[in-house]
């Protein structure tokens, strides 16, 4: 019996050896002793397979894995993990099965939590699926904002790429998470940039410019002028980069960086100053909570909205903050549906205050000082430089039907009832019918 055990003990080794280098070398055994160094304490993005040597599935989906991690080198990476090997990863990630899949992305340890892959298991699937979902962190630099983009992360050497292309490549997205942290990556693309072109007397496209830490004239750019393929473009941005590591690390509490949204820096259009008196929930959303260019909210409640002496006052304020992406508001801290609302941001009825809202990420921090220009110059001032402290909106705001809504509201059909909304599936209906559609239609 112990020579059984032992001989299979044997042959269990012998095919993971086997099935490991099976794999080639774009894809990276990972174990306990290297993942969290690898994986998770990495930006980059990773498509991770967990494996059993016994498993047939496992061995059928290596060969298109394998395809996958080299024609994704430099972009993503892929790695395996032999479940009997290393079973504490298996239970640390809840492996019911094999093989799984599971990607991670972004940065920091919220952001990096894997997802699972669920999509066909090919090569090509493999790839699409990764350039799909992989972030980006390179900046989008227009002429505007080209001193912007240097005066930021001042202590890193920063790499500004001239492309003709409309959209950043996988290549040079997967580069800017490999190098995070030691570089900074921007962008300049050729429609929307040709002062900067001028600037730096680009006459091609790619062209690909590299500045030391502090630099930014052209005089001081380091030209590449090697291959446009990943070995060669890491080899470049190792010897800019050097040893330069950034040491900045996402601490508990503040916001991390999943990468899905992009960096644009550019001088930001002037706010036009105006003061919105918002009387119901239709009007907060388009002035305030949803506005189309994305601009920070800065609400005043107060006693009498727009009759109040301190109405007038925000104006000038509005005027001096109209480059620093916020709009005003005002809510009447008399009127009902208003006090639900400044309730919901913690100023009780009868108080006056101002909170600055960050609608995307359902953020807002609040004036904790008694309303007044001194203090909201003050407030608006440290959230500008980068020193608020945010708080999440919990919950949805309540219903609040300004005058013109309570006097339209939406008519019923002949039928006397209302459409309702629906959902297609993910598949075509079947007997010829069409989603959405009642079956009577022609």
């Given at each position: 019996?112990?020579?059984?055990?032992?001989?299979?003990g044997?042959?269990?080794?012998?095919v993971?050896?086997?099935?490991?280098g099976?794999?080639?070398k774009h894809?990276?055994?990972?174990t306990?002793s290297n993942?969290d160094?690898?994986?998770?304490?990495s930006?980059?993005?990773w498509?991770?397979?967990f494996?059993?040597p016994?498993c047939g599935?496992?061995?059928?989906?290596a060969?298109?894995f394998s395809?996958?991690a080299?024609?994704?080198?430099?972009?993503?990476?892929l790695?395996?993990?032999?479940?009997?090997d290393?079973?504490?990863?298996a239970q640390?990630f809840?492996?019911?099965?094999?093989?799984?899949?599971?990607?991670?992305?972004?940065?920091?340890?919220?952001?990096r939590?894997?997802?699972?892959?669920?999509?066909?298991?090919s090569?090509?699937?493999?790839?699409d699926?990764?350039k799909?979902?992989?972030p980006?962190f390179?900046a989008?630099?227009?002429p505007?904002?080209?001193?912007?983009?240097?005066?930021?992360l001042p202590?890193?050497?920063h790499v500004?790429?001239?492309?003709?292309?409309?959209?950043?490549s996988p290549?040079?997205k997967?580069?800017?998470?490999?190098?995070?942290?030691r570089l900074s990556?921007g962008?300049?693309?050729?429609?929307?940039?040709k002062?900067?072109t001028?600037?730096?007397?680009?006459?091609s496209y790619?062209?690909?410019?590299a500045f030391e830490?502090?630099?930014s004239e052209?005089?001081?750019?380091?030209s590449?002028e090697?291959?446009?393929?990943?070995d060669?473009l890491?080899?470049?941005?190792e010897?800019v980069?050097?040893?330069?590591?950034?040491?900045?690390?996402?601490?508990e509490?503040?916001e991390?960086?999943?990468g899905?949204t992009?960096?644009v820096?550019?001088q930001?259009?002037?706010?036009?100053?105006?003061?919105?008196?918002?009387v119901?929930r239709k009007?907060?959303?388009e002035e305030c909570?949803a506005?189309?260019?994305g601009r920070m909210?800065?609400?005043?409640?107060?006693n009498?909205g727009?009759k109040?002496?301190?109405y007038?006052k925000l104006g000038?304020?509005?005027?001096?903050?109209?480059?620093?992406n916020m709009?005003?508001?005002v809510?009447d801290g008399?009127?009902?549906?208003?006090?639900?609302?400044?309730?919901?941001f913690?100023?009780?009825d009868g108080?006056?205050g101002m909170?600055v809202l960050?609608?995307?990420?359902r953020?807002?921090?609040?004036?904790?000082?008694?309303i007044g220009?001194k203090?909201i110059n003050a407030f608006l001032?440290?959230?500008v430089?980068?020193?608020?402290?945010w708080?999440?909106?919990?919950g949805?705001?309540?219903?609040?039907?300004g005058?013109?809504e309570q006097?339209?509201?939406?008519?019923?059909?002949?039928?006397?009832?209302?459409?309702?909304?629906?959902?297609?599936g993910?598949?075509?209906p079947?007997?010829?019918?069409?989603c959405g559609?009642?079956k009577?239609e022609?």
């Amino acid at each position: 019996m112990a020579r059984i055990c032992l001989w299979f003990g044997v042959l269990l080794a012998s095919v993971s050896v086997a099935l490991a280098g099976m794999y080639g070398k774009h894809v990276v055994e990972l174990t306990p002793s290297n993942f969290d160094e690898l994986v998770i304490k990495s930006a980059e993005t990773w498509l991770v397979k967990f494996y059993a040597p016994w498993c047939g599935h496992c061995k059928s989906s290596a060969p298109a894995f394998s395809k996958a991690a080299k024609k994704l080198h430099g972009v993503a990476r892929l790695g395996v993990v032999n479940c009997d090997d290393h079973k504490e990863l298996a239970q640390r990630f809840s492996i019911q099965g094999f093989p799984t899949l599971k990607v991670f992305k972004g940065e920091g340890q919220r952001a990096r939590r894997p997802s699972d892959y669920n999509q066909e298991r090919s090569s090509s699937a493999f790839i699409d699926h990764i350039k799909y979902i992989m972030p980006s962190f390179v900046a989008r630099v227009k002429p505007t904002g080209l001193q912007a983009f240097f005066k930021d992360l001042p202590d890193l050497p920063h790499v500004l790429l001239f492309t003709d292309k409309k959209a950043t490549s996988p290549l040079y997205k997967g580069l800017s998470a490999r190098f995070k942290g030691r570089l900074s990556f921007g962008e300049v693309r050729k429609s929307e940039g040709k002062e900067v072109t001028a600037q730096y007397s680009v006459s091609s496209y790619p062209t690909l410019m590299a500045f030391e830490a502090g630099q930014s004239e052209a005089k001081s750019a380091h030209s590449y002028e090697g291959k446009m393929d990943p070995d060669s473009l890491i080899m470049f941005f190792e010897a800019v980069a050097g040893n330069k590591v950034n040491e900045t690390r996402v601490m508990e509490g503040e916001e991390e960086n999943g990468g899905e949204t992009e960096r644009v820096f550019a001088q930001p259009k002037a706010y036009s100053g105006e003061v919105y008196n918002i009387v119901g929930r239709k009007q907060f959303e388009e002035e305030c909570d949803a506005r189309k260019d994305g601009r920070m909210c800065a609400l005043a409640i107060l006693n009498g909205g727009d009759k109040n002496d301190m109405y007038g006052k925000l104006g000038d304020i509005a005027e001096k903050y109209q480059y620093d992406n916020m709009a005003f508001a005002v809510l009447d801290g008399e009127d009902e549906g208003a006090r639900l609302y400044s309730k919901a941001f913690g100023i009780e009825d009868g108080e006056e205050g101002m909170v600055v809202l960050r609608a995307r990420k359902r953020k807002y921090t609040k004036l904790e000082a008694e309303i007044g220009t001194k203090a909201i110059n003050a407030f608006l001032d440290r959230i500008v430089g980068g020193d608020a402290h945010w708080k999440r909106l919990s919950g949805e705001l309540p219903e609040w039907e300004g005058p013109e809504e309570q006097g339209n509201k939406t008519e019923e059909t002949a039928e006397g009832e209302s459409e309702e909304s629906g959902q297609c599936g993910t598949e075509p209906p079947k007997d010829g019918e069409s989603c959405g559609a009642s079956k009577d239609e022609l």
